[in-house]
């Protein structure tokens, strides 16, 4: 018995010494810089620009033909005093980053749609400048309500193969997330479409 909590207390120093993780490791020069959200035509776009640097492990692994995946968590709420807070919008946005030797071309791609580009930094500018995420149709968001928007971008490192899976694990070169950025903003009239 003492033996356990002995073994327990060592463990608990350990995690406080040295960190949870890849997670506490982290840099520190994450961050979302803006979050813009704008009505237009109907819809609800999300544009953001995010500041973040690369490892020189995750470069590698990109440069070998690893595919890389990033992903923006967006979630937007509207506060209910007689209930917990309504959420209005619940959506990610994924990015996959891949290099083909054979080609020597590098590809972004979210969902279906991918592109050729020039390098993997300018395959990165498209996670860094966020333009024109369709979220939400204007008739979804009540006028006059005020919204709370939170947003975060992060490297997804459950899609790697599985052993790149064990080094994100075990590594702080692959923990890559900003912290979330809050913002708020309300739909006025004149954004509703006419019905």
Request: aromatic share 12%.
């Amino acid at each position: 018995m003492v033996s356990r909590i002995l073994s327990l207390l060592v463990l608990c120093f350990a995690f406080a010494l040295f960190g949870a993780g890849p997670v506490a490791a982290q840099s520190g020069f994450e961050r979302v810089v803006r979050v813009d959200p704008v009505m237009r035509e109907g819809n609800l776009y999300i544009d953001a620009d995010v500041e973040f640097e690369v490892s020189s492990e995750l470069r590698t692994a990109a440069q070998k033909g690893v595919p890389i995946y990033f992903i923006a968590d967006l979630r937007i709420t509207t506060q209910r005093w007689w209930w917990f807070d309504r959420v209005a919008v619940d959506q990610q946005m994924t990015w996959r980053i891949v290099y083909n030797a054979l080609t020597r071309q590098w590809r972004v791609g979210s969902g279906e749609l991918s592109i050729p580009v020039a390098s993997f930094d300018d395959a990165l500018s498209f996670v860094r400048n966020i333009r024109g995420w369709a979220v939400a149709r204007a008739e979804e968001l009540d006028i006059d309500e005020e919204y709370q928007g939170r947003i975060r971008v992060r490297l997804d490192t459950s899609r790697l193969p599985r052993p790149f899976q064990i080094d994100a694990y075990n590594s702080s070169a692959w923990s890559l997330a900003t912290p979330w950025k809050d913002f708020q903003f309300s739909v006025s009239a004149g954004d509703h479409p006419p019905s």
